[in-house]
């Protein structure tokens, strides 16, 4: 007794010492990182950008716009960023895209940029949504308008409005995939083990989506139906600075040595693809199989998750549709700068510390092998030779 007693301390002190939580990760991304990117994205079918035609070139309006986004490393943002500058370049302006490779002051660096240069008006998605106050304060000087693009800006009123997803709205829809795909509400009380992989602390989005996740989940915490057997359950415990897929696969490996040697993991509650591809290897690295292999969840559906979610590997997604979002985030620009109106449906929940901003909330989709085909391939986000190829 005394030694399992002994053996399970140790686990946990191994685990808590090896875990890279978002402190950790803080100093790390600190380190000088890769070079920032100054080149636009690759072109959209390198990228694999959602299957769509080219638009007709526009002559120009005279005015540009500044397209501010996070990395490349993620598909998603390649199609945001491939798809903003087509929707822009359409209605005649001048587009400067640029992504700052997840380092916070190379996209600073960018903006000043963009603001010396003169454009008319910033598409911002955020690194880090807190440290960009002063140059949106410098664009407010010069006149430049703000738009927010899939993550909110924060502590500013430079920021005219907020095009995103219902954040709390994918967290609900990963926790009813889970809720579902777990059967849960036929295994209650059975201590189905679960592990979570949430996003980066300095991105609003991150906590909207905890909170919408754990609205359905945390009832099956409390009845015993879910075991959360590392315990690490809230926000602070399992979020992953800069959505690192790395330390996502480093957390799930800690976690599978230290606390599943004797029982399987069954569920992994991942916040994005990139930690549904990270934990994937980490279990691969421990021996799960086919025969064993965990339920995982994602958000994005970036073109490797929907293969892995035809293939099996991936239990589901969600899916946020970049051209929609693009569409929407144009709206706000043209209101901006041709006194068009947008449309708005969200005047409440997205106070950046500073204002409420107006915000056009689109709908997220949960994907799973029964609807990738009909949802994704008929939606004309990817074509069925993308996912088969
Ligand atoms: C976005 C997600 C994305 C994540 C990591 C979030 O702000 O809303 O769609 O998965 O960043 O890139």
Known sequence: MKKKILSALLSVAMVAS??????????????????????????????????EEAAPAAESNGKSVGVAMPTQSSERWINDGANMKKELEALGYTVDLQYAEDDVQAQVSQIENMIASGVSCLVIAAIDSSALVNVEAQAAQAGIPIIA???????????????????????????????????????????????????????????????????VLQPYLDDGTLVCKSGRTSFEDTCILRWSQETAQQNMENYLTGFYADQKLDIVASAFDGFAYGAKAALEGAGYTAEDWPLITGQDCELMAVKNIAAGSQYSSIYKDTRLLAAKCVTMVQAVLEGAEPEINDTTQYNNGKIVVPSYLCTPQNV??????EVIIGGGYYTADQING
């Open 18 to 51: 090896l875990l890279v939580g978002c402190g950790a990760a803080k100093e790390e991304a600190a380190a000088p990182a890769a070079p920032a990117a100054t080149e636009e994205a690759a072109p959209a079918e390198e990228a694999a950008a959602p299957a």
């Open 149 to 215: 693009y899939d993550r909110l800006l924060m502590d500013t009123d430079a920021v005219s409005y907020y095009a995103t997803f219902d954040n709390k709205g994918v967290g609900t829809a990963i926790g009813e995939s889970i809720k579902a795909g777990a059967d849960l509400d036929n295994h209650k009380g059975e201590g189905l083990t679960v592990e979570f992989l949430m996003g980066s602390p300095d991105d609003n989005n991150a906590l909207f989506l905890y909170n919408g996740l754990m609205e």
């Open 368 to 373: 799973t092998k029964e609807n990738y085909e």
